[in-house]
């Protein structure tokens, strides 16, 4: 059946809380998706904390240590959950964090705001919510330019359409669902090791940038629809591979493994047989390989090490582990 997912915006302070039923993680994680705009909505007129939360935190509480994360579970977990999943449910290690949630499930007000959403963006005829402005992280203090996102992201359905893999559900997502939504490939700008990292913070959409903010970059863009996006708005080389910008840059992919480590950069060939289009994916010139291989060599274990630090390890660990330096590591400016 797969791991069903709620998208969560909750306020502490006020104990109102919206909660949207999103089915699989693949199937509503889309700028035309109703949950995506109802969460969109809610951070333009004021901070939410955001947590797109799966069912399957039930047998994962062990990694939610923030008292707010719990909070955020309790808006679409109740006792009924977690004793579906275990029939000696006082006798496991985390009961504790158990009857927290369950305590925490009673206090919220729910509100809906649909039939604002549908009129806000106006649906009906956009198909999409809008990408302007800055999605700000007031927990982490960092932002990221919604127009840029798309920009990187932007994509194209089968009925021609653009959209993006909306940054929202990958950005808060409890576990386990964005490599779903990666699962044939993605575009090599794409920062899949972002998933997660912003879960059950306070965010908000804004017009600027706030002062000591610090922005950073984001792309998620499935393989084939930005290939197809790419086709279109960029067309091909002199050789007959797929560009991916206007100054002659080249597609370049990859795949995820079941541990969610990338394999080796390629670049789509693209051939016309009876009037349709035909990607294979070819390895890279030697010295293009050459130049992905650097960049990935400095970037992945900072970004590693990141992560690290955002889970609260401390920063001896994370210099043991990695084999960084301090200074290194003040450089992430966290």
Known sequence: MGQIFSACAYD???KACCVVDSDKFHANCYSFSDTVATMHFLLRLKSWRIMWGGNYVCTNLAKFSRDEDLQGISTYVDIGYFERNDDNLKEKEGYDKVKLIVAYHK??????????????????????????????NHTQKTAVDLADFYRQSVSLTDDGRNFVIDLLPVLTETGEGTQMALYEGLSFDSTEELAGTWCGDELQIVDDLPENYRPINCCFAEIWSRAYYCYDAFGLNQEGYLLNDSNQNLYEVTRLNLIGKRGSPRILKVEK????IKFSAKALPETKTNEANEVSGQNMPLA???SMLKMGMAVEDVIKMTGMSEEQLKSLNL
């Not at 604002?116 to 106006?122: I, Q, S």
């Not at 047989?273 to 349709?276: A, F, N, V």
């Open 12 to 14: 502490i302070k006020t």
């Open 273 to 276: 047989t009876d009037g349709r």
């Open 304 to 306: 590693i090490a990141e």
């Open 107 to 136: 206090m919220w007000e729910h509100i809906d705001v649909w039939n604002v959403v549908c009129k806000y963006f106006d649906l009906e005829n956009t198909k999409s919510v809008k990408y302007d402005g800055f999605l700000v």
